[in-house]
């Protein structure tokens, strides 16, 4: 069974640019969660898509998107991109509602964001 | 606000030797997690804690949940080398509108020393 892809997994890019993050959940998960990881602000959730819905989302601005296409793989954008959104940032894939008991989330690997 | 606190932030042990990191949550929660991030990797799930009393073994680790104290801990028994890595907590809690968010913990890195 394969694991949560992400794409890519490097990016440099330079300020005011916008970029476009993709991740493919593992088969049969319906919930796709985004966070970013960076040496000073540890780990913040971004927001997490259920059945193409955004369920929850977290403090970031608005220059922060996403979106879940039926098939249930998500696309995070960053638009007008600061020195500050360099980071990584990672995806997270779960099988079912958060009703579920278990709710295990399974990461990819990550995609490492270098803003210049 | 939903804050959440891990300690100690670094942890060097030897080999055999037995620890414990701590989670301290500030609001009401019904999930607690740990996860584990070597270097350069992604995030390992290993604990899901959802109830007070609730407790989760795997191998040397053990997880606990109260959530009267608002508190978990991650038990590291006999560790080996291959535990080093760094671990975190994250809880679930109740953000507006009835929504859900997700907040980490600081992350507690872990060096065990042969």
């Known amino acids: 069974k394969a694991g949560v892809t992400q794409t890519p997994r490097y990016l440099i890019k330079t300020r005011g640019q916008q970029v476009t993050l993709s991740c493919s959940p593992i088969?049969?998960?319906?919930?796709v969660s985004w966070y970013q990881q960076t040496p000073g602000q540890g780990l913040q959730f971004l927001f997490e898509y259920f059945s193409e819905t955004q369920r929850n989302k977290g403090n970031f601005p608005g220059r922060f998107s996403g979106r879940q296409f039926s098939n249930s793989r998500s696309e995070m954008n960053v638009s007008t991109l600061e020195l500050g959104d360099s980071a990584l940032y990672l995806c997270?894939?779960?099988?079912?509602?958060?009703?579920?008991?278990?709710?295990?989330?399974?990461f990819g690997a990550g995609t490492r964001l270098s803003v210049l | 606000e939903l804050k959440v606190e891990q300690n100690p932030l670094f942890l060097s042990m030897q080999e055999g030797k037995n620890y414990t990191i701590y989670c301290n949550y500030s609001t009401t929660s019904d999930r607690l997690y740990w996860y584990r991030q070597d270097p350069g990797k992604s995030l390992e799930s290993l604990f899901v804690?959802?109830?007070?009393?609730a407790v989760k073994q795997e191998g040397r680790l053990m997880a606990s949940l109260d959530t009267k104290a608002r508190l978990s801990t991650l038990h590291i028994t006999a560790a080996v080398h291959d535990l080093s890595a760094t671990y975190f907590c994250?809880?679930?809690?109740?953000?507006?509108?009835?929504?859900?968010?997700?907040?980490f913990g600081t992350g507690t890195r872990l060096k065990v020393l042969a």
């Open positions: 994250a809880v679930e809690g109740a953000a507006t509108s009835g929504t859900y968010k997700y907040i």
């Open positions: 997270a894939s779960s099988s079912t509602d958060r009703g579920d008991a278990k709710n295990i989330q399974y």
């Open positions: 088969s049969g998960h319906r919930s």
């Open positions: 804690l959802l109830s007070n009393g």
